[in-house]
């Protein structure tokens, strides 16, 4: 079993930054992916950003150029860089991450979620 610990959550006024972080713990597992998705108030989740164990890294089309995922493989934890915050980037974002057994099945694991409120 993997456990995602998130933490970096929290308000912040428009224009502001925050960095999330989320460590993942466990034996016997590979982790592969990692990667932030969020849900705001009353919509769908969506996909922030992914980062494979090899560092290739994708956006949601909202945060391009705003947002930067990165991760230290050792640690196993993945960071969340986010600037120039907008109010509709209000949600609450939950870790995830894509894990390999020891007879190489994968499994999905999400964090509990942190909140991240932008407003003035």
């Known amino acids: 079993q993997v456990q995602l610990a998130e933490s970096g959550g929290g308000l912040v006024q428009p224009g502001g930054s925050l960095r999330l972080s989320c460590a993942a713990s466990?034996?016997?597992?590979?982790?592969?992916?990692m990667g932030w998705y969020r849900q705001p108030p009353g919509k769908e989740r969506e996909l922030v950003a992914g980062?494979?164990?090899?560092?290739?890294?994708d956006y949601g089309d909202s945060v391009k150029g705003r947002f930067t995922i990165s991760r230290d493989n050792a640690k196993n934890t993945v960071f969340l860089q986010m600037n120039s915050l907008k109010s509709e980037d209000t949600a609450i974002y939950y870790c995830?991450?894509?894990?390999?057994?020891?007879?190489?099945?994968?499994?999905?694991?999400w964090g509990q979620g942190t909140q991240v409120t932008v407003s003035s």
């Open positions: 980062i494979t164990r090899g560092g290739s890294t």
């Open positions: 995830h991450a894509e894990a390999s057994n020891m007879f190489r099945l994968k499994s999905d694991y």
């Open positions: 466990g034996s016997g597992f590979i982790i592969n992916a």
